[in-house]
């Protein structure tokens, strides 16, 4: 028995074949994360074999390869026609969710100020402003920018060339080497389908909408987004509902029986196989990174320019602001954060042509 656990912590062999089909959620939302553009660089990790038999499950069934739902609940909101539609997008659910990282710093040191002087962990309402525009480099709404999250992949995928080598030079052996090129391959191969793109940015463009999004009544944010004639349609967007490609169904399966066939290969390797989990954990190490790190929305291609914010103590107050400064928008946003009715003076306000007059009402109510 001891020689057993010695010999398996000197060569580590069928853990390595069970390390490959866990973590398929993780990938996935990895992928999620990085697919829009031309290179999806998640690198070549344990899950990858889980992963393509969930992917061909769905590929089966409906076709779809982003995950079913956003991680982050939320609504939107025509500011226009008020109409409220639940959000689906993957990318503004996410997008909502980091809100609190790539605020800008001015609307963060309000907050804080704020909170200290009601003495709450909120700040009453913050509704902050955004304009489409283009990226500084260029790219159009849609286009995304690359990060540290992007290149990432590139880098991780080096290391793991680099650990590969060693065994070559010491021992002759390439099985890992070829394991590992194949692998990173078969990663980039799987984010470069056609299909995640149609899926995660499945809308219009050049749209002068301005959108509300927010988690709902109670929330502490409501970020607003006018498209100006150059951003996304982002009603388009939240519903998810992007083209379905045929060529997605056996690009999948002849992906999935690849890795498989991979998984066979390495279920057979007997030597210095602590150079492939290296490789592995390395990789398993950046998918985790890639799939929980916060983004900037330009990212994802939404390339924003941040215009004011308005935060108030109170909700009515703040959406009253909103109102004055931009028209239709605070009312909009009443039937979210005051679904039941309205108090007498609340009543008259919003029924107020007046702007001069509503100014004065709300100044004295703040």
């Given at each position: 028995?001891?020689?057993?656990?010695?010999?398996?912590?000197?060569?580590?062999?069928?853990?390595?074949?069970?390390?490959?089909?866990?973590?398929?959620?993780?990938?996935?939302?990895?992928?999620?994360?990085?697919?829009?553009?031309?290179?999806?660089?998640?690198?070549?990790?344990?899950?990858?074999?889980?992963?393509?038999?969930?992917?061909?499950?769905?590929?089966?069934?409906?076709?779809?390869?982003?995950?079913?739902?956003?991680?982050?609940?939320?609504?939107?909101?025509?500011?226009?026609?008020?109409?409220?539609?639940?959000?689906?997008?993957?990318?503004?659910?996410?997008?909502?969710?980091?809100?609190?990282?790539?605020?800008?710093?001015?609307?963060?040191?309000?907050?804080?100020?704020?909170?200290?002087?009601?003495?709450?962990?909120?700040?009453?309402?913050?509704?902050?402003?955004?304009?489409?525009?283009?990226?500084?480099?260029?790219k159009k709404a849609g286009e995304p920018t690359s990060d540290s999250v992007w290149t990432s992949g590139f880098v991780v995928a080096l290391i793991q060339l680099g650990i590969a080598t060693v065994p070559c030079g010491l021992y002759a052996q390439y099985i890992i080497l070829l394991v590992t090129a194949c692998g990173i391959v078969l990663a980039f191969a799987s984010g470069a389908l056609p299909q995640w793109k149609e899926e995660k940015l499945a809308c219009r463009s050049k749209s002068r909408k301005v959108i509300a999004l927010t988690k709902g009544n109670g929330a502490q944010h409501v970020i607003i987004i006018n498209g100006r004639g150059v951003g996304l349609d982002l009603e388009d967007l939240a519903a998810a509902d992007g083209l379905t490609l045929k060529s997605t169904r056996y690009c999948v399966f002849g992906l999935a029986v690849l890795w498989l066939a991979l998984l066979i290969t390495v279920a057979g390797i007997r030597e210095n196989t602590w150079y492939l989990l290296a490789v592995g954990s390395i990789g398993m190490a950046q998918n985790v990174f890639v799939a929980g790190k916060s983004r900037e929305p330009s990212a994802f291609g939404l390339h924003l320019e941040f215009d004011r914010a308005i935060i108030r103590e109170k909700v009515m107050i703040t959406l009253m602001t909103a109102e004055i400064a931009y028209p239709t928008v605070g009312r909009s946003l009443i039937g979210t954060f005051f679904p039941g009715n309205l108090t007498k003076w609340e009543e008259e306000w919003w029924t107020q042509p007046d702007a001069e007059k509503l100014a004065t009402l709300v100044d004295g109510k703040n």
């Open positions: 028995m001891a020689s057993q656990i010695r010999a398996q912590w000197v060569n580590p062999t069928d853990i390595l074949s069970v390390l490959m089909i866990i973590g398929g959620d993780v990938i996935q939302r990895a992928l999620a994360q990085l697919s829009g553009g031309y290179l999806t660089p998640v690198a070549f990790s344990f899950g990858w074999v889980g992963y393509s038999v969930s992917a061909l499950l769905s590929a089966v069934g409906d076709n779809k390869l982003m995950p079913l739902s956003p991680d982050c609940p939320s609504i939107l909101i025509n500011t226009k026609t008020g109409y409220v539609r639940t959000n689906q997008s993957w990318i503004l659910g996410r997008m909502l969710r980091d809100y609190g990282c790539w605020m800008p710093a001015s609307v963060k040191d309000e907050l804080k100020d704020k909170i200290g002087k009601t003495g709450s962990h909120k700040a009453g309402l913050c509704v902050s402003f955004y304009d489409a525009v283009k990226a500084k480099d260029g």
